[in-house]
C-alpha cells in the first residue's frame, strides 16, 4: 500500500463513522416524526446533541484535514469516487469548521425541540409559541453565513448549501421568469370559460382504503417495499437511510383525497431516486441523492409529468374507483384528470396545483431572503406573509396554521432549500424532455411499463447518487444545462389545452 | 472540586456517552422489530457493529479504569447514587474486558441477523436455516462464560447477569420445588370433574378492536401514554429508552382474544416499572429496571395477580363486553374468569396458562443447561424439546415453529435470561402477599383505584431502579428474602377453589 492509498483507506474509515452517526441521528428523526412518545424528545435532544458534537469532532480532526489536503493535491492519483469523497469532504470540513462546537451542539439540540413546538403551535395556530425558537433558528443561520463566507448576499451562503454554485442573482432572474410567463397566464386561466371543480376529491374517502391505495400506487411506481416503508407524518417526507432503507410518510385527509394520494407520489418519486443509487457507491457518503435541485426534479417528475397525465390513469382508472365505488363510479376518466388538474388560487402550498405551485415558492424564497439579509423581523412576519399571499395570489390566510406555519422546513433549520423546489420542477420538465426523445412516453404509461421510465431515470441520473455534480447530471440526462424554457413551455402548453386558452 | 469529585465527574461523563450508545442500539433493535424495511437490515448490522465496538472501547479504556479503581478504594466519600455507579461499572468492565474486540463486535453483528433469520425460519418452519446461527450463538457464550469466569457450573456465568449471584444450584433446588408442589396438584386438576373452556376467547375477535382495548387496558393499569408507545411485533416485548420513552409490543391474533390482551397487561407491567425510576436517577445507568427477577416481578403481578381476578374487571366487564357484543354479550364475568383461568397443558410458552407456566421455563431451563455444558447438541436439540414437553406437559409439538422456534430468546443471545421468568413469578406472588397486609386489594380493584397499587411500587421497588441489590429490593419491599413458598401457597389456594379441589 503506498502513502496515497494508505491516506485513501483512513479517509474512508472515518467517513464509515460519519456515515453510521448519520444514519444514527436519521433514525432518530424518523422516530420524533414518526413513532416516539410526547416525552421521547427530552432524551432523543440530548442524544442528537451528542452525534451532532461527535460528528463535528471527527469532521475537524486534524488527522482527517492532513488526510484531505494531502489527497487534494494528489487527486488525478485517485479513483472517480475517491476523487469525489475528498472533494465533498472538504466542502463538509470547510462549510463546519468555522462554528464554535457549542454553537453547533446547541443549534442541533434547538432543532430536535423546535419541531417538536413547531408541530404543537401549529395545531394550536399560535405563532407566538413558535416565534422564539424561530428566532434562534435565524439568528443562527445569519451566524452561519459569516462563519461559512459568501460572495454577495449572505442568503447566498445557506442556497449553496442545497444548490451548490447557486446565487440570489440568479434565482432572482429564475423566478422574474417565472413571474412574467406564468402570472399573466394565471390570470387568463381566471378568466377562462372553462370551469374545472375538484369537488369531487373531497367527499369522503375512507382513510383505510386510502392507505392501500397509497400502497399500491407506490409500488405500481417502482418503490420498493422490501427496501422501504410508508407510514403516516403531520408533513409528508422521505428519509432515505441508505439505497436498502428508503422511508416515506404522507398524510391522510379523510375529505381530500389529492392530498394523501400526491403525496405519497411525490415522496415516492424521491424514494425510487434513493433505491436506485449505483451499488458501487451506496456505503459510501456519495450514496444518497444529489442536489436538493435534482431530488425535487424526481419527485416533481413523478407527482406531475407521469402523474398528473390521462395516459397514467388510464390503465389502472378502474381500479382507482374499485377503491372509491360510491365516490368515483359515475366519474370519467377525463372528468378526474381535469378534477387534478384543477387550477386554484389556495392557501396551503403542499396542496396547491402544478402551476400556481413556484408562486408558494417565491413568497418562501423572498421571506428567507428578507430574514436573513435582516429586512424582515419575526414580529411582522405573520403579516408580511399574508400579505405576499395578498399580492401574488389574491388570497389571505385566516389563521397562522394556514399562513406562515404551515411548513415544517424553518423549524427545522431548512433555510435555503425552498428555491430547489421550483428548481425542481424545472429541472423535472427538462429530463421529460429528454425522455421524450427515446421513448414515446404516453403509450408506456398505457401500456403500463413504468419500469422503462425507471430505466431511464435510474441510468442517467439516479445511480450517479452525488458522483457527479448536479449541472453534470442534468448534461448526462439531456444534454444541456438546467434552465427554465422547458418548465414554462409545458406548463402552458398543458393548461391552454385544460382551459381552452388561445 | 477535590480529587474524587474530579474523578466522579469524569466518570459520569463517560457513562453518559454509554448511555447515548445504549439509547441508539436500542432504538435501533425497536426500528427492526417494530418498522423497518427487510433489508434495511444490511446497513443496521453494521452500525449495531459499530457502536458494540464503541461501547467495548469505552468499557475498556484505561482512563475509566483508573477511575474505577481509585473510587472503588473511596466509597465511603460517594454519595449512594456515585457508589452504585461504581460498584455496577466495575461489574461491566470485568464482564466485557476480557473478550477480544474482534470478537464482541463479531456477536453483536451477528445477533441482529440471527434475530431476522429466526424470525423467517420459524414463519416457514425451518429449524436446519437458524441452526447455524444458533451455533455460533451458543459457541459465543460458551466461550463468554470462559471469558467472564464462574465457580462451578458455567452456566452460572450467564445466569449471574440477569439474576446477580444466582446459582445452578440455587435454581435446581427452585424448580424442584415447584415441580415438587405444582406436577402432582396439575394432575389432581386433570382429573378435577370441574370442566373449563375457553372456546369463548376463540371467537373471531376485531383485530381493530382489540388494538383499541389494548389501549384501553394499558391506560387503565397505569401505563402513560405521554412518555410511552405501543405497537405491534412478532413477539411482545418491553423496551425501555429511559423512564420518559418506555415502548411496549403486543401481538394480535384474531381468534384468540387472551393472547393480545395479556400480552399488554404483561408488557405494560414492565413499562409501568421503567416508567416510575425515581427522578434523582432516571439520566444514569442506574435509571432503568432491576435484575430480570424484580422485573418480571412487576409484569406478573399486572398480568396474574392484578388482572386474572375477579375483582379487577368487575367494574369494567360491561365496558369489554361493549368492545365485542357479539361475542361476549351472552357471557358472565363468572364464565369469563374461569375462561381467562383455564389450565391446559398447551405449547406455546407465551400463551400458557398462569399455573402450567413455569414447566415451559423447566423445560428451557434444562436445555440452556446442557447447551451450554456441552451436553445438548444442537442436532438434537427439536427432539430433545420435544421429548421434554411430552415428559412435563404431555403433548408434543407438530411443528419446530410451535417448539424449539417458537421464542425469539435464544436469537437475540439471551441465554441465563428464561429463569428469571419463574423467579419473577415467584416474587410476584411474594410482594402481593406484602400489599395485603397494607391494603384491602379486591376492594381497590373493585373502587377503579390501580393508582394505590402503582404507588405501593413505586414507592417499595420502582423507584430504586438499579440503585438497590434484588435482594434489598425483596427485603424493601416484603421484609423477607425472595423465596418460593408464597408462589406455590397461592397457586394452589386459587387454582383449588377454581378447579374445586379438596
Do not use: C
Not at 60 to 74: A, M, R, S, V
Not at 97 to 104: L, M
Not at 318 to 324: G, H, R
Not at 445 to 453: C, F, R
Request: aromatic letters at 12%; proline letters at 3%.
Amino acid at each position: 500500500m503506498n502513502k496515497t492509498e494508505k491516506r485513501v483507506k483512513e479517509l474512508r474509515d472515518i467517513l464509515d463513522k460519519l456515515s453510521n452517526f448519520n444514519y444514527t441521528t436519521s433514525l432518530i428523526h424518523w422516530d420524533l416524526e414518526t413513532g416516539a412518545p410526547k416525552e421521547g424528545i427530552q432524551k432523543a435532544a440530548t442524544v442528537l446533541g451528542f452525534y451532532s458534537e461527535l460528528t463535528y469532532n471527527l469532521l475537524t480532526d486534524e488527522k482527517l484535514i492532513e488526510h484531505i489536503d494531502f489527497l487534494g493535491k494528489n487527486l488525478e492519483e485517485l479513483t472517480e469516487i475517491d476523487r469525489k469523497l475528498v472533494i465533498e469532504t472538504k466542502k463538509d470540513i470547510d462549510r463546519i469548521k468555522r462554528i464554535p462546537v457549542s454553537e453547533y451542539k446547541e443549534y442541533n439540540e434547538l432543532l430536535s425541540k423546535s419541531q417538536a413546538v413547531w408541530g404543537e403551535a401549529r395545531a394550536e395556530n399560535d405563532y407566538e409559541k413558535f416565534k422564539p425558537y424561530l428566532q434562534k433558528i435565524v439568528d443562527y443561520n445569519k451566524k452561519y453565513a459569516e462563519y461559512k463566507g459568501y460572495s454577495g448576499n449572505p442568503y447566498n451562503a445557506l442556497i449553496d448549501d442545497f444548490e451548490p454554485g447557486m446565487t440570489v442573482k440568479q434565482l432572482d432572474i429564475f423566478f422574474e421568469g417565472l413571474r412574467k410567463e406564468l402570472v399573466p397566464f394565471i390570470e387568463k386561466i381566471s378568466n377562462s370559460k372553462v370551469e374545472i371543480s375538484n369537488e369531487l376529491l373531497k367527499k369522503s374517502y375512507s382513510v383505510e382504503k386510502q392507505k392501500e391505495l397509497s400502497i399500491f400506487i407506490a409500488e405500481y411506481l417502482g418503490f420498493d417495499f422490501d427496501r422501504g416503508i410508508l407510514k403516516e407524518s403531520l408533513h409528508p417526507f422521505t428519509m432515505g437511510l441508505n439505497k436498502h432503507d428508503v422511508r416515506i410518510t404522507t398524510h391522510y385527509h379523510e375529505n381530500f383525497l389529492q392530498s394523501a394520494l400526491f403525496g405519497t407520489i411525490h415522496e415516492a418519486g424521491h424514494a425510487i431516486y434513493e433505491q436506485n443509487i449505483g451499488d458501487n457507491i451506496w456505503k459510501t457518503v456519495l450514496g444518497g441523492g444529489n442536489s436538493m435541485g435534482i431530488h425535487e426534479s424526481q419527485s416533481r417528475f413523478y407527482e406531475n409529468l407521469i402523474t398528473r397525465t390521462k395516459e397514467f390513469w388510464k390503465p389502472i382508472y378502474s381500479k382507482l374507483v374499485d377503491y372509491f365505488p360510491e365516490n368515483l363510479k359515475d366519474t370519467s376518466l377525463d372528468e378526474f384528470y381535469n378534477a387534478i388538474n384543477m387550477v386554484e388560487k389556495s392557501l396551503i402550498r403542499i396542496e396547491a396545483d402544478e402551476l400556481t405551485y413556484s408562486l408558494h415558492i417565491m413568497i418562501r424564497y423572498e421571506i428567507e431572503k428578507g430574514l436573513i439579509n435582516g429586512e424582515i423581523s419575526l414580529d411582522d412576519l405573520p403579516s408580511i406573509w399574508n400579505k405576499k399571499m395578498k399580492d401574488y395570489l389574491g388570497i389571505m390566510p385566516k389563521t397562522d396554521s394556514e399562513g406562515v406555519l404551515q411548513d415544517v422546513h424553518w423549524a427545522a433549520g431548512l433555510f435555503g432549500y425552498f428555491p430547489s423546489y421550483a428548481l425542481g420542477s424545472a429541472n423535472a420538465s427538462q429530463i421529460m424532455n429528454s425522455l421524450e426523445k427515446v421513448l414515446d412516453v404516453k403509450k408506456t404509461l398505457e401500456n403500463q411499463e413504468l419500469d422503462k421510465i425507471k430505466g431511464f431515470l435510474e441510468e442517467k441520473i439516479h445511480k450517479y447518487g452525488r458522483l457527479k455534480d448536479p449541472n453534470e447530471i442534468m448534461l448526462i440526462a439531456t444534454g444541456e444545462e438546467p434552465n427554465s424554457k422547458y418548465y414554462t413551455n409545458y406548463l402552458i402548453k398543458k393548461y391552454s389545452k385544460i382551459y381552452n386558452i388561445e
